[in-house]
């Protein structure tokens, strides 16, 4: 892990991952709905149907934007939208209450003891995108 604090390296602050999917409902509607998330932002695209909006919790902020606003803003994106994955690693307290609350999302990688000490459930959110609960302790 770099410690370095010298003048020419940059302070950096919160983390807020932008998860780019096909529809944005399904996937804010998996935060609001199994965790307990507010939602923050929401902008409507021409046709009503949102294409960015932002959900928050406990100092916790996830963005959701559709790959189609995406291109359209910037068309050449288009090759970076294909064939990349991020997953989505959040620390909890009580995983037996995650696991109650993914319901009926799939289930990536079930609830399993790591060798660095947690607890862990891999999911995939309706956007694709695959979320990583961790209860250490």
């Known amino acids: 892990m770099n410690t370095n604090t010298s003048p020419a390296s940059p302070r950096l602050g ?3 991952p932008v998860l ?3 529809r944005v409902e399904p996937s804010i509607r998996f935060w609001i709905d199994r965790f307990g998330f507010t939602a923050a932002n929401e902008v409507p695209g021409p046709d009503g149907s949102l294409v960015f909006a932002s959900v928050e919790k406990d100092g916790i902020e996830v963005m959701v934007q559709t790959r189609a606003s995406v291109i359209a803003e910037r068309a050449d994106a ?3 939208l294909d064939g990349h994955s991020i997953v989505l690693f959040i620390e909890v307290d009580d995983l037996d209450a995650i696991e109650r609350a993914i319901g009926d999302a799939p289930v990536v990688k079930p609830r399993h003891r790591t060798f660095y000490g947690s607890h862990e459930i891999y ?13 250490f302790g």
């Open 14 to 16: 919160r983390l807020t």
């Open 20 to 22: 780019v999917v096909e």
């Open 78 to 80: 288009a090759g970076e």
């Open 123 to 135: 999911v995939r959110e309706p956007g694709g995108n695959v979320v990583g609960f961790a209860q």
